[in-house]
Structures are given as C-alpha cells and as structure tokens.
C-alpha cells in the first residue's frame, strides 16, 4: 500500500513540473494530494487525510483551476527558452544534491527517529479527539491566531484583486521591453545624479520621461 | 508496516521535485503548485514523525500548515491576477522590477 502511495505522489508530483500546459498541472497536483492522503490513512491520520482531500483537492486546487480559467493562461508553456543561461541544469544539479544530502543524512543516521516518545503512550483509537485536544488544549493561541491569519488573508485578496477606478491600462507583451528599459535608465540616471534636491527633482522627471515614451511605444505598436 | 525511513525518502524526494519545479518553471501559477509539493512533503514527514514518536503534535503541526497554505494561496492567487490584470501576458521573469 505504502509503494502504490507512494508512486502515485511522485508520479504526480513530476507531472506537475513536467506539463507544459497550467490545467494538466493542476490536474497532476490533485494526483499526488490525493496519494498524500491515501499516505495519511495508512498512518491513521484519518481526520487529516478527510482535510487534505476536503481543503487541498477541493479549495485549493478549485482555486487554481479559477485562476487559470478567468485568466485565460491555459495556453502550453514554451519549455524550450530558458531565460537564465544555465538555470535549468543547475537546478536539477542542486535538486540532486539535496536528495543525495537528505539520503546520505538518513543512512548515516543510527537510529531510525530519535526523539522522546509521548508519555501519554501510544496514540488511541481515535485521531479526531486527540487532534481536538492538542488544538483546542495546548495550540488554542495558535489556532486564534489563525483565525486572525485568514482574516487577513481574505482582505488582503480583496484589497489585491479589486479592480480600482484609477487602474492603468493593460500593457500589451510587446511594450514590454521598451517598459523595462526605460525603468532601467531611469533608475540608472537617478543614481548616477549626485545629491542635492535639484539632482533628484531632475532624476524624477527623467522617470516621468522615461514612462512617457514607454507608453508611446504601446500607442504605435 | 514499513519503516518510518521510507516515509522520509518519500518526503525528500517530493520535496526536492518541488524545489526544482519551482526553479525551472517560469508561469507562477505553476510554481505556486510546486511551493505546494513542498508544503505536502513536510506534510508527510510530520506525520511520519508524529506516529512513530506516538505524538499528536505532527498531526496538530499539519492542520496548521494546511491552514498556512490555504491562506497563501488566496493572496498569492490575487496578486498573481492583480498583476495578470496589468500585464497579460507576463511570466515571472517579466516582473522582476517590483515597479507597475
């Protein structure tokens, strides 16, 4: 059971990071949660396993899904430019470093966990009362702090997401390099202006100048 | 019953697939899925350590991660259409100014 488990997480888990296109992704991801759960009642987690498919594959991954539907990027990723020289090789050269140096750790380790066992003694039957004990016993400060957390979560998102009367216009893809360049030399001239208040009122109009001809730019193209 | 060990690998190797997801793949939304690889690993871990140590607290660290990653989500999610919303067509490369 562990072994099916655990090849539905890792197949799912590079699914992800080998799809190309941002809803087979998702899809993927729902995969490996799913194992994650079926890994969660195997070790008797039940109540976490319920949460897990209930929060992870139902919100979360709906939420995505959202995402991806209202904005319209479910289009196939183009995983041949590689925008760092270097970046990828590198990156699994370090992924393998870190599983070589998180197995090498585990053999080398003598026992199999150490730590002091519970002096409750084994856990009982029931998950669920004795999460509900910790939670609302040991972690009640915590678990009001989370209550604060997704408080803050939910005006955050909408303060974020709220289109504003005063929202710029989009910028369309091709505009985009002119854009960065002229907030590059901008940032460059304010820098290279040496102090005063003169030096630095003059930095910001060449900022303005700079935005200025950014948007020229979309207006031709 | 297999070995506790094994639930480790299972959570180093998952973890690692997210850290190399989210450093290869360019499109946020996907890296955000693989910062949730991450947060799944150490899922499994806790619960791993919890039920070997005859702990409830691995459980207990879980249901606070889940909730951590839930509220993660949402405001990562909105920025990401906050941002989307003023550059359509954007990457996370496209964004590495911190200026609209």
Known sequence: MFIAAALIILSGAMGVIVARNPVHSALFLVQTLFGVAALFVLQEAHFLAAVQVIVYAGAIVILFLFVIMLLGVDKVEDLNVEPIAGQRPLAVVIGAAGIGLMLTVLVIATDVISGAHSSTGPLGESDIDEIAKSIFGDYVFAFQLTGVLLTIAVVGAVVLARRAATDPEPIPESAYDELVAAQIAARESTLTAEGGDGTAQDGEETTDDGEDSADDGEAET | ?100
Do not use: Y
């Open chain 2, 1 to 100: 019953m297999i070995s506790q060990n094994w639930h480790l690998v299972l959570g180093a190797l998952l973890f690692m697939i997210g850290v190399v997801g989210l450093m290869v793949r360019r499109n946020p939304l996907v890296m955000f899925m693989c910062v949730e690889l991450m947060l799944n690993a150490v899922n499994v871990t806790l619960v791993a350590f919890g039920n070997e140590l005859d702990d409830i607290g691995g459980q207990t660290a879980v249901f606070f991660v889940l909730v951590v990653a839930a509220a993660e989500v949402v405001v990562g999610l909105a920025i990401v259409v906050a941002v989307k919303r003023r550059l359509p067509d954007a990457t996370a490369d496209d964004v590495s100014v911190l200026r609209g």
